[in-house]
């Protein structure tokens, strides 16, 4: 089991930055795809970004492609996600998630998940 926890949601200004944090503990010692998804009100979950357990691959909605990147350090069993050139669209609770075997945008296909942190950009 892994347990995920997000944090560095806020509210911000178009054209501002959030850094996204997710911290895993438990069973840390398998190597896990790890991904980003988010959440506006009364919408499905989409997929944001996705990184391989080596961080070595990467892979982006085209929505966020240019302004978000995702990143992990293994040895603090963190993952990161770097928020540029926010938007109002960007508004949504973000969700981190990992999966030892599966690597993508399917969000059916993660085991774990976090209980989401709140981004709120304002215009």
């Known amino acids: 089991q892994v347990q995920l926890v997000e944090s560095g949601g806020g509210s911000v200004q178009a054209g501002g930055s959030l850094r996204l944090s997710c911290a895993a503990s438990?069973?840390?010692?398998?190597?896990?795809?790890m991904a980003w998804f988010c959440q506006a009100p009364e919408k499905e979950r989409e997929f944001v970004a996705a990184?391989?357990?080596?961080?070595?691959?990467?892979y982006y909605a085209d929505s966020v492609k240019g302004r978000f990147t995702i990143s992990r350090d293994n040895a603090k069993n963190t993952l990161y996600l770097q928020m540029n050139s926010l938007k109002p669209e960007d508004t949504a609770v973000y969700y981190c998630?990992?999966?030892?075997?599966?690597?993508?945008?399917?969000?059916?296909?993660?085991?774990?998940w976090g209980q989401g942190t709140q981004v709120t950009v304002s215009s």
């Open positions: 998630a990992a999966d030892s075997v599966y690597y993508g945008s399917n969000s059916r296909n993660y085991n774990y």
């Open positions: 990184i391989s357990w080596t961080g070595g691959s990467t």
């Open positions: 438990g069973r840390t010692s398998r190597s896990y795809a």
